[in-house]
């Protein structure tokens, strides 16, 4: 199958499934497993953080960085299009007691400045206390521009605020815009990072940031539901994933690129965008279901009539993306 519902299908490569059970493992929950150790202190090396913390998903991962920021009664900026608001079951405000602020995301997925100033509130018994920005980068594959993230910041910082990366994708962003990690992680003082994306591993996201907020993050994880005892066979992964499939991702945005071009070349398709791994297509309803089909019975995978959204990523080559637009101009034609 071609599957282009998400890059979280990847699968682990006999190599990294190598990597993972030749990996040395203690418990975790002790601080024991030298694996975890290993990843946690090479991403926060990379990252330009203090420290790190394995979890076992990235929204944990977000939740906990949230509730290390905010305390009860204590609010979050954040995009009405953001995963941490949009996509992780109001986890914020259900098990942290924190108030969500949405704000309207512009059209390249950046908060605007005045609106982002507008929305914080005045110390005062009425409002709850604005603590944190929090942003996402690559978000709907898009790469927020440096000079916003700055500018960001930096109102945030003059306001009292801190900073959180939803970095999910983060080391998209670096290989697209050609900057290390390191500099996208700047601005921020806590990074959450997914590895079981398009670097491929099976499961796992790293928060990095400050010693002292890692420190309230690892507590957080453990009421929300605990860690994760032998996870160095899923921290080898990770590393695996570090060493071996980050310059790849440049592959995957290559992919996607070449996907747009050829369905853009299809009546009855706009597309609406294509950045990073991820294109967003517009097709028309009457054709969404029968389209998912049609391509289904030709071993390719997608998700329409949620959001026409088509996913690149290292388990899909670029003969697979010709298959693809062959497949989507052959139901087109039949029509
Ligand atoms: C996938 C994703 C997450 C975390 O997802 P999990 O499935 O919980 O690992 C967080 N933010 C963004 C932007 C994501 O795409």
Redesign the pocket.
């Known amino acids: 199958m071609i599957d282009l519902r998400s890059d979280?299908v990847t699968r682990p490569s006999q190599a990294m499934l190598a990597a993972m059970s030749a990996a040395r493992v203690g418990d975790d929950v002790w601080g024991d497993d030298p694996t975890v150790i290993e990843l946690q202190s090479t991403l926060a090396g990379r990252t330009g953080k203090e420290a790190g913390l394995f979890f076992p998903?990235?929204?944990?991962?977000?939740l906990a960085a949230l509730m290390a920021h905010c305390a009860r009664g204590d609010e979050y900026i954040v995009g009405q299009a953001?995963?941490?608001y949009k996509?992780?079951g109001g986890g914020a405000a259900v098990l942290g007691s924190i108030q969500p602020q949405p704000l309207e995301n512009a059209p390249d997925g950046s908060l605007p400045l005045e609106k982002i100033a507008a929305a914080i509130k005045p110390i005062d018994n009425h409002f709850a206390r604005t603590k944190l920005l929090a942003l996402?980068n690559t978000?709907g594959g898009k790469v927020l521009p440096a000079s916003y993230v700055e500018a960001a910041a930096k109102l945030g910082r003059d306001r009292g605020l801190s900073m959180h990366l939803?970095g999910?994708?983060v080391f998209n962003a670096a290989v697209a815009s050609d900057r290390p990690v390191s500099e996208l992680c700047a601005p921020f003082d806590t990074v959450?990072i997914?590895f079981?994306?398009g670097l491929g591993a099976p499961v796992g996201?790293v928060l990095v940031g400050p010693e002292a907020l890692i420190d309230v993050a690892s507590r957080w994880r453990k009421v929300l539901g605990g860690g994760m005892r032998q996870a160095g066979l899923l921290a080898a992964a990770c590393l695996y994933a570090l060493d071996h499939h980050v310059a790849g991702l440049a592959q995957d945005h290559d992919n996607a690129a070449r996907l747009a071009a050829g369905l853009a070349q299809i009546d009855g398709i706009v597309i609406q965008s294509q950045a990073t791994n991820m294109v967003f297509a517009q097709i028309p309803q009457a054709h969404c279901e029968r389209l998912e089909a049609w391509l289904k019975e030709r071993g390719i995978l997608t998700q329409m009539l949620y959001a026409s959204r088509f996913v690149t990523h290292r388990d899909v080559s670029r003969e697979d993306i010709d298959t693809v637009i062959d497949a989507v101009k052959g139901y087109f034609a039949a029509r």
């Open positions: 979280t998903s990235g929204t944990q991962s977000n953001a995963h941490t996509y992780e996402e978000i939803d999910a994708r959450s997914c079981s994306k996201s």
